[in-house]
């Protein structure tokens, strides 16, 4: 079980009192809902409903963004190594007559 539940009214963290849903809690909910990206934007639409009651004042993108938003985006990618393996020789420079 995470410690990254939401503390409502005020849907921080708490965990870390981040803005809920936080990084942390982001990264498990991608693992839970890994083969299920529908029913997590499902889940989090319900929480979505939910702060925006407990919220009125905020705008209305902005509880979209946080909440659901993200969900569609790919999780941040590892930098990979920029190294480049040598290039084969192609058809012509292999058969070329010297």
């Known amino acids: 079980m995470t ?3 939401p503390v409502m009214p005020i849907w921080s963290c708490g965990g ?3 803005p809920w849903p936080c990084p942390t809690r982001r990264r498990e909910l991608r693992a ?3 083969d299920a990206p529908v029913s997590l934007a499902l889940y989090l639409g319900a929480y979505l409903i939910q702060a ?3 919220m009125p004042w905020a705008p209305a993108g ?3 963004r946080r909440f659901i938003g ?3 985006q790919r999780p941040e990618v590892q930098q990979r190594s920029t190294a480049v393996a040598p ?3 192609d058809w012509h420079d ?3 007559a010297v």
């Open 70 to 72: 993200w969900t569609r």
């Open 94 to 96: 292999r058969h070329q």
């Open 3 to 5: 410690s990254h539940g």
């Open 87 to 89: 290039a084969e020789p």
């Open 52 to 54: 925006t009651e407990d």
């Open 16 to 18: 870390c009192d981040l």
């Open 62 to 64: 902005t509880l979209h």
């Open 32 to 34: 839970e809902y890994a």
